[in-house]
């Protein structure tokens, strides 16, 4: 048996030259959240503007619970998120550049920026 359609398109890209040294990639993500599982915020070390353009996606994690600023600064997390896409997801996110960290140096998290608050 084949496994389900999905109809949910994940994209991400290069900046353009003069941007190389501050924005690591662009991404998109959008689709129907319901044809998909749900995924998870996996700790990466990048600082990441994220602007959502669709259905709120609701957050489950110790650093943050509930639903998804509309637009945020998000990034530096020492466990994981859950995190459910709503029917509608469209999102678009800017990965930073992140400082370099000396070996053995330990990064405290940073709690979610709420543009909106």
Partial sequence: MAPP???IDYHEWRPCAALNGVILAYWRVAGDGTSVP???ILPDAFVEIVINLGGAVTLEGPAITGSQPARAVVGLLDTAIDMRYPPEVSTFGS???SCSIGAGAAVAPRPT???DE
Avoid: N, V
């Fill in 38 to 40: 749900s995924p998870a």
């Fill in 5 to 7: 359609e999905t109809s």
């Fill in 113 to 115: 920026f709420r543009w």
């Fill in 95 to 97: 990965a930073l550049i």
